[in-house]
């Protein structure tokens, strides 16, 4: 048996269960009918002996792959010794570690003064929390997000979200927020950062002053689209100027997802609030974070509250993943040196079909042009054992979410397995390979 290739089965599990108890809304599990039982590393393992290699990693949760041994160890010693699992928001030994080290190895090395609020640990909620604060401070509703970002589920982030489909489930009207063309969004020849600061500046305009710019570097789930660093420069001169607080929600595209620790790294601009969660454990717990400038930090005790602030779990194998992979350039060399293997295929891939590519960084994907084709290519991959998903308004962009700390090998094994499906996919009249 290969110890380089994915050994997918073919037997589907029986989902009765599912069908039977779990509510309709799951998603993930009906692309890839396979029961998971263990993961380690860039693999998943289902319960008949399969092996799939993870190019969606949890959509970018899993940046250092599965059960990484660092953290993984770092937890369970945390465990053995009866350390705090909830602890509210009281001081812990495992709190006081986390920020220590998010201070000394991410903020003093980037010369970043933040603060670290912990809101209820999924990305949704530090976007929340981060809007909340936005017009807390500055007095003002409105927030302008950008065509095509997503921003979580919760009715103040899922009004910051595009897609209409997710907006849909809200039930009540998504208001207080104005949809701006993201960078790119008219084409190359419209500077879409100067319709922006034309509308801020005209009293006549009908955009009111917002309290906060909320915006991706590179649109995770809105198909990979990429701020250029002189776009997002203009975005936070336009926020400054008018009184506005810039958002980064860094929750997919930062923990090294597009190199840096941030997203936004040397690009010339220092964001006043930034969202963080998906990888920031590091193993896959749940953790989110909003960081901001000291000045912001206006809250009263308690005023953004929630039970589960600050996992501790959490915090032990995030002090451990900071520790452990960026306490020096190892790791960011590795994950460039692969960025640009990664960028080489794709545009190779691209050009062979007449197609482009997308996204920035471990963050890049291929326009297949259209959400069913894309979909074919996903089916196809994952019979051949690949895990990956689309991303984008139609599913048209097949993103490559690789773990960052697969070796050069497999990462090329797998863009392999890409490069036939989108081939087989694309060679086959399109209408057949549905039947
Ligand atoms: C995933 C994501 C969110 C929401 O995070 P959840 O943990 O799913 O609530 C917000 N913003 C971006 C950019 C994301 O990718």
């Not at 309709?24 to 319960?47: C, G, I, L, T």
């Not at 773990?403 to 036939?420: F, K, Q, R, Y």
């Amino acid at each position: 048996m290969s110890t380089t290739l994915p050994q997918p089965t073919t037997c589907k599990p029986d989902t009765a269960i599912y069908e039977r108890r779990e509510s309709a809304v799951r998603s993930y599990a009906r692309s890839m009918p396979r029961q998971f039982n263990k993961a380690e590393d860039v693999w998943m393992h289902d319960n008949q002996g399969g092996r799939y290699l993870d190019f969606l990693s949890g959509c970018s949760t899993l940046n250092y792959g599965h059960n990484h041994p660092v953290l993984k160890s770092a937890l369970m010693d945390y465990i053995a010794a009866n350390g705090i699992t909830h602890g509210l928001d009281l001081h812990t030994d495992a709190k006081e570690a986390f920020l220590d080290t998010l201070e000394t190895v991410i903020l003093r090395p980037r010369g970043l003064n933040y603060r670290a609020m912990f809101t209820g640990p999924t990305g949704t909620n530090a976007v929340e929390a981060a809007i909340k604060l936005a017009r807390k401070v500055t007095g003002r509703e409105l927030v302008i997000a950008f065509t095509n970002g997503f921003h979580g589920m919760t009715l103040g982030a899922l009004a910051c979200t595009g897609n209409a489909t997710k907006r849909g489930g809200a039930g009540v009207p998504l208001s207080h927020v104005a949809h701006e063309p993201y960078d790119g969004y008219h084409g190359p020849d419209v500077d879409t950062a100067e319709l922006l600061e034309r509308r801020l500046a005209d009293p006549s305009s009908g955009l009111d002053a917002p309290a906060a710019i909320l915006v991706e570097t590179v649109q995770g789930e809105g198909g990979l689209n990429v701020a250029s660093a002189p776009w997002l420069r203009r975005i936070a001169a336009i926020a400054r100027r008018h009184g506005a607080l810039m958002i980064v929600d860094d929750i997919q595209a930062g923990c090294g997802r597009t190199g840096g620790f941030f997203s936004f790294e040397d690009m010339g601009f220092v964001p006043d609030i930034v969202t963080m969660a998906k990888s920031l454990s590091g193993m896959g717990l749940p953790f989110a974070l909003a960081l901001f400038r000291p000045e912001l930090d206006q809250w009263s005790p308690g005023e953004h509250n929630g039970t589960f602030r600050g996992n501790n779990h959490a915090f032990v194998t995030a002090a451990a993943a900071l520790r452990h992979f960026w306490s020096d350039g190892q790791f960011q060399q590795d994950v460039a040196r692969r960025s640009g293997m990664l960028e080489r295929r794709l545009d190779a891939m691209a050009a062979e079909h007449g197609l482009s590519t997308r996204g920035r960084g471990m963050m890049r994907g291929i326009d297949l042009g259209s959400g069913e084709i894309a979909g074919t290519v996903t089916a196809t991959c994952f019979e051949r054992g690949l895990i990956i998903e689309t991303s984008g308004a139609h599913d048209e962009v097949v993103k490559v979410l690789a773990p960052l700390v697969i070796d050069d090998a497999l990462l090329s094994a797998g863009l392999d397995i890409l490069e036939s499906s989108i081939r087989e996919t694309l060679a086959t009249p399109y209408g057949v390979a549905a039947e």
